[in-house]
């Protein structure tokens, strides 16, 4: 609601979530800060102004990205 929308406006950057996955990321990753946010943003950005880029993520089977999935969430 209105706390999110202001985290965003003052730039924290994570923001406020309920998510106990953010939690459990920032635990495993012990990586909390605004830069790391900022690259990443500037990383999707710039690729997906690539189309070729995208390409080969749209190219992995599902059954991959699921696989990938599970093995993701189960660090989280």
């Known amino acids: 609601g209105v706390g999110i929308l202001l985290s ?3 730039g924290t950057g994570i ?3 309920v998510s106990v ?3 459990g990321l920032l635990a495993l990753t012990r990586v909390g800060s605004r830069r790391v946010v900022q690259i990443s943003a ?3 950005i710039f690729f997906s102004i690539l189309g070729k880029f995208g390409a080969v993520f ?3 089977p599902p ?3 699921a696989a990938l999935y599970c ?3 189960a660090y989280v």
Request: charged share 5%; net charge negative.
């Open 63 to 65: 059954p991959i990205v």
């Open 15 to 17: 923001g406020s979530s």
């Open 21 to 23: 996955e953010n939690a």
């Open 8 to 10: 965003g406006l003052f």
């Open 42 to 44: 500037g990383f999707m």
């Open 58 to 60: 749209a190219s992995i």
């Open 71 to 73: 093995l993701f969430f």
